[in-house]
């Protein structure tokens, strides 16, 4: 079955400075690509979501980049600030439409 | 719109004792997910129901637990002879039409 890797699984960050996390799948008829950011003790934020069509999404200060070719998928947060600090999260689902399949997570710090 | 509500936040039985978890999905969502976080394994896809009905229970295990639907505003996981190995947070999601699962704040469980 699908299967998504992860990384880095810490990233620490001056206050300013962008910082990239990268997943790699392996199925690709995967469909639908989401980013979630978990802060401690909270559930699952949705951030963003793309659909396999898209190459490209960008929102508040995040950049998400689709490589279908190589099955990766990564998220860019552009000046980051100390509230970006949390575990982010990358997930895919199948043509389905059902359960989704998670990264194994990146905490990311954050510091002034 | 109150998100997905999710009861209790925590939750701590003994060895062998019943745990029930309880999840409001958000008004209108036709489908709930239920998925376990560890440290060690994750993010791991329990169990969905659309429209009130089991879908997909691929992710529960075989023993002990079940999770119902009885009416479009809960679900519940409930645990049966909870071991210290059901320790997890355990987090329901909902959505709707659209590929986006939103998720609860999780409920906690500690089997001492």
């Known amino acids: 079955g699908e299967q998504v890797e992860q990384r880095p699984p810490h990233l620490s960050v001056p206050e300013g400075d962008s910082a990239v996390i990268i997943c790699t799948y392996t199925?690709?008829?995967?469909?639908?690509f989401y980013w979630y950011k978990q802060e401690p003790g909270a559930g699952l934020q949705l951030l963003m979501s793309v659909f396999s069509n898209v190459d490209r999404k960008e929102e508040q200060g995040l950049t998400v980049l689709l490589n279908k070719k190589d099955k990766q998928l990564s998220l860019n947060l552009t000046a980051a600030h100390p509230g970006d600090s949390a575990v982010y999260f990358c997930?895919?689902?199948?043509?389905?439409?059902?359960?989704?399949?998670f990264g194994t997570g990146t905490t990311v710090s954050v510091s002034p | 719109n109150a998100g997905v509500i999710q009861t209790p936040r925590h939750k701590v039985t003994g060895k062998g004792q019943e745990a029930t978890l309880w999840c409001e999905p958000i008004s209108g969502h036709s489908a709930v997910f239920w998925y376990r976080q560890t440290i060690v394994q994750g993010l791991e896809f329990l169990t969905y129901f659309r429209n009130q009905a089991p879908i997909d229970d691929s992710g529960m295990p075989k023993e002990r637990f079940s999770a119902q639907m009885p009416n479009q505003s809960h679900s519940t996981l409930k645990i049966q002879s909870t071991q210290p190995q059901d320790s997890a947070v355990y987090l329901c999601?909902?959505?709707?039409?659209?590929?986006?699962?939103?998720f609860g704040p999780g409920t906690r469980l500690t089997v001492l």
């Open positions: 999601a909902s959505k709707n039409s659209s590929y986006e699962q939103y």
């Open positions: 199925d690709s008829a995967t469909a639908y």
């Open positions: 997930a895919v689902v199948g043509q389905g439409g059902r359960a989704l399949i």
